[in-house]
Nanobody, 128 residues
Framework: QVQLVESGGGLVQAGGSLRLSCAAS????????VGWFRQAPGKEREFVAAINWSHGNTYYADSVKGRFTISRDNAKNTVYLQLNSLKPEDTAVYYC?????????????????????WGQGIQVTVSS
């Protein structure tokens, strides 16, 4: 079992920044994928970014590339999502998730059904 707890969300003006955290517990992490997704009202949950826990390689959705940065702190068992240059369309509930399959290369999953465990989600609201 893996428990994931997100924090760091809130209300910010367009152009501002936030840093989301995803604290993980329950097992020792290896070359798993940790991803961030988001879901706006009335829309499907969409992929935002992913990182390989051991190797550190990353993958981003085109909509956030260059604005968001995913990183991890292995000692703290925590994954971060730095959100810069925020836009009103970034408003959503953000979720972190873990895919427990082993990833040795550059590939990282971006499908929500590939992830095994999810956090409870945290609201990010960007005002115009």
């Amino acid at each position: 079992q893996v428990q994931l707890v997100e924090s760091g969300g809130g209300l910010v003006q367009a152009g501002g920044s936030l840093r989301l955290s995803c604290a993980a517990s329950g097992r020792t992490f290896s070359s798993f994928a940790v991803g961030w997704f988001r879901q706006a009202p009335g829309k499907e949950r969409e992929f935002v970014a992913a990182i390989n826990w051991s190797h550190g390689n990353t993958y981003y959705a085109d909509s956030v590339k260059g604005r968001f940065t995913i990183s991890r702190d292995n000692a703290k068992n925590t994954v971060y999502l730095q959100l810069n240059s925020l836009k009103p369309e970034d408003t959503a509930v953000y979720y972190c998730a873990v895919d427990l399959r082993y990833y040795s290369g550059s590939y990282l999953p971006n499908g929500r059904y590939e992830y095994d465990y999810w956090g409870q989600g945290i609201q990010v609201t960007v005002s115009s």
